[in-house]
């Protein structure tokens, strides 16, 4: 695990990875994380939605409910609403340099330019990205 957080130290994903790694969300739920269900001063998420694919439909997504349509919340610890506030001041770093390209999605993990993130890039533990483990870089990534 050390070797894990140490790799990801200042990766573009980091706080992807570690609001993951600590919450236990799956990948739809952290892909459909948008900043209105984050309580960064009462130190909670509350998790209503998720973000799937459209079957048929490669490339395209969908936020739903979830299939219990029973929201739950997680209490997140004091280091995670430190990442998790660095992440959105780096967020707020994007949209000023992006413009009006900037897509104002609300989604917590994005692109470059406010987009959601594609699931398969919000996910450790799966074959294709268990080299995480060992490389977290965009090399390992692709």
């Avoid at 894990?4 to 990766?11: D, N, S, T």
Wanted: net charge positive.
């Amino acid at each position: 695990m050390g070797k894990f957080l140490k790799a990801i130290r200042g990766h573009r994903f980091e706080a992807l990875y570690l609001t993951t790694l600590f919450t236990g969300m799956r990948r739809g739920e952290i892909c459909g994380l948008t900043w209105d269900c984050v309580d960064l001063d009462r130190r909670k998420i509350f998790i209503n939605k998720q973000f799937q694919g459209i079957p048929g439909k490669p490339g395209e997504f969908r936020l739903l409910s979830l299939k219990n349509n029973k929201g739950r919340t997680i209490a997140i610890a004091n280091s995670l609403v430190d990442v998790l506030k660095e992440h959105k001041y780096r967020q707020n770093e994007m949209l000023e340099y992006a413009g009006e390209l900037w897509q104002d999605t609300g989604f917590v993990f994005t692109n470059e330019m406010g987009d959601h993130l594609s699931p398969s890039k919000c996910i450790i533990g799966s074959r294709k990205s268990s080299r995480l483990l060992v490389c977290p870089t965009h090399a390992c990534m692709t």
